[in-house]
């Protein structure tokens, strides 16, 4: 049998309820904070990528897929969706119509990395990104969005990290300074270290060996870098949190793995999952609509781990929604037409309906609306149709209603809703 390739998963129909119910939470809420959805495709020129996540990045150096297109072109499987709403607000001069855009985007993103619980090679992300705000009560609004989202999905043990990650007028002191913290120390670094250190030092923050993270322990922190301008918007980012009673840590070594950072950076992470501990993460890149060719637009965004969150909703209390109202058990071949055409009038109804033609007993057909968790049964013989009237049977409390065939529909759809 062909199996599935590692690191990649099939959701399967009692999961993707769960999916579809995060999904439609967040397209929800992202709504009413003036988001609109935009739709890109999965695959982009290997540069775009190149240039904007950084090459000195994992991501970059390792873990792309990436195969020759027509022409020699290098194409890549996307490994994140940011540098490719950048890319079409810039194509697309979205920004000519309106400067501020507020942009959501859900979908598969592509990593090559070591496979493990919580971390796959195809997952899946929810992505806002806001366009042309340079404002500090943006940074806020867009992590209080994303906590009212945990907090209506029922999320509980959740951390806010926040650190500011300068800007070009103050990080390359704060580069220095730890560029020879490190070069005091390189005997300790692991080999990826060793080559970044120079390159890209704030990598080197990131490095999950233990070794590294002894190094890193003393190393120089960006707050005590922060121009005026940088310190004052992340004072003004964390009044703004305070006065939305967002409980956040700040956390001087959260760098995040992508280069195009400035400013405010921060992660949700989880006490729920082991070592993948992100379930969000994002920050400001008001650099790099310009780095990739477009006007001057400071720009904020975030991208949620859907993989990371179902896991972590279904551990909890939530509840599926979409098992049946109605399980019709139909017996005897006589009751096939009726039932046939009453289950379809239900369903368009909009009332969740199944039925079953295998034509078992009764008993096995009420052992099959128990395991499907139905919440009521619609018992349909000859003789309930000869009499006019069939009998609805609620699971939960085995309580049973007659319901005329005459306006059933109608007549079922007032007894759910009562
Ligand atoms: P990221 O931190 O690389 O940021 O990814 C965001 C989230 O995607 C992570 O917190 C995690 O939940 C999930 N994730 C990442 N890699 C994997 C994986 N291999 N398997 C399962 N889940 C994973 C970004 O991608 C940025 N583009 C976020 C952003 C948007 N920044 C500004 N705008």
């Known amino acids: 049998m062909i199996q599935l390739i590692r690191?990649?998963?099939?959701?399967?129909?009692?999961?993707?309820?769960?999916?579809?119910?995060?999904e439609n939470m967040a397209i929800a809420l992202f709504q009413s904070f003036g988001f609109k959805e935009i739709r890109l495709p999965i695959v982009e020129k290997a540069e775009l990528f190149q240039r904007s996540i950084g090459e000195h990045t994992d991501i970059v150096e390792k873990e792309m897929y990436t195969f020759v297109g027509s022409k020699e072109q290098l194409i890549t499987l996307r490994p994140e969706a940011t540098a490719s709403v950048v890319r079409s607000y810039i194509q697309q001069k979205l920004y000519a119509q309106e400067p501020i855009q507020k942009l959501?985007?859900?979908?598969?993103?592509?990593?090559?990395?070591?496979?493990?619980?919580?971390?796959?090679?195809?997952?899946?992300?929810i992505n806002a990104e806001v366009f042309g705000i340079a404002s500090p009560y943006i940074d806020a609004q867009l992590i209080f969005m994303l906590w009212t989202f945990f907090e209506r999905l029922g999320i509980s043990g959740l951390s806010v990290q926040l650190n500011s990650l300068g800007c070009p007028a103050c990080r390359p002191a704060f580069k220095e300074a730890l560029s020879s913290h490190l070069a005091s120390k390189t005997g300790k670094l692991c080999a990826d270290c060793i080559r970044r250190q120079d390159k890209n030092p704030m990598r080197v923050l990131d490095c999950k060996v233990p070794s590294c993270q002894e190094v890193i322990g003393d190393a120089?922190?960006?707050?005590?870098?922060?121009?005026?301008?940088?310190?004052?918007?992340?004072?003004?980012?964390?009044?703004?949190?305070?006065?939305?009673?967002i409980p956040f840590v700040l956390n001087s070594r959260l760098v995040r793995g992508l280069d195009y950072y400035s400013r405010t950076a921060f992660e949700i992470q989880t006490n729920a999952l082991g070592a993948q501990n992100?379930?969000?993460?994002?920050?400001?890149?008001?650099?790099?609509?310009?780095?990739?060719?477009?006007?001057?637009?400071?720009?904020?965004?975030?991208?949620?781990?859907?993989?990371?969150l179902v896991s972590l909703v279904m551990q909890g209390k939530y509840e599926k929604e979409l098992t049946?109202?109605?399980?019709?058990?139909?017996?005897?071949?006589?009751?096939?037409?009726?039932?046939?055409?009453?289950?379809?009038?239900?369903?368009?109804?909009?009332?969740?309906?199944?039925?079953?033609f295998s034509g078992k007993s009764l008993k096995a057909l009420m052992k099959r609306a128990n395991r499907i968790n139905a919440a009521?049964?619609?018992?349909?013989g000859s003789q309930e149709i000869e009499a006019g009237a069939v009998v609805l049977r609620n699971m939960a409390?085995?309580?049973?209603?007659?319901?005329?065939?005459?306006?059933?529909?109608?007549?079922?759809?007032?007894h759910l809703a009562s």
């Not at 690191?7 to 995060?22: A, H, S, V």
Request: aromatic fraction near 10%; proline fraction near 5%.
């Open 397 to 414: 409390t085995k309580e049973q209603v007659t319901i005329p065939i005459d306006g059933m529909v109608n007549h079922i759809k007032k």
């Open 324 to 356: 049946p109202d109605i399980f019709i058990a139909a017996l005897g071949e006589e009751t096939r037409e009726k039932t046939f055409e009453w289950s379809c009038a239900l369903s368009v109804a909009g009332i969740r309906t199944e039925i079953d």
């Open 376 to 380: 009521n049964v619609l018992i349909v």
């Open 104 to 125: 959501y985007t859900i979908g598969p993103m592509f990593r090559r990395e070591r496979p493990q619980k919580g971390r796959y090679r195809q997952f899946y992300q």
């Open 7 to 22: 690191g990649f998963k099939d959701i399967l129909p009692d999961e993707t309820e769960t999916w579809r119910y995060i």
């Open 278 to 308: 992100a379930i969000a993460g994002g920050g400001r890149y008001d650099m790099l609509v310009k780095m990739l060719g477009g006007p001057a637009q400071p720009a904020i965004g975030f991208a949620i781990g859907l993989d990371r």
């Open 220 to 245: 120089p922190s960006m707050k005590d870098y922060l121009c005026d301008e940088c310190a004052r918007h992340f004072d003004a980012v964390q009044s703004a949190l305070g006065l939305q009673g």
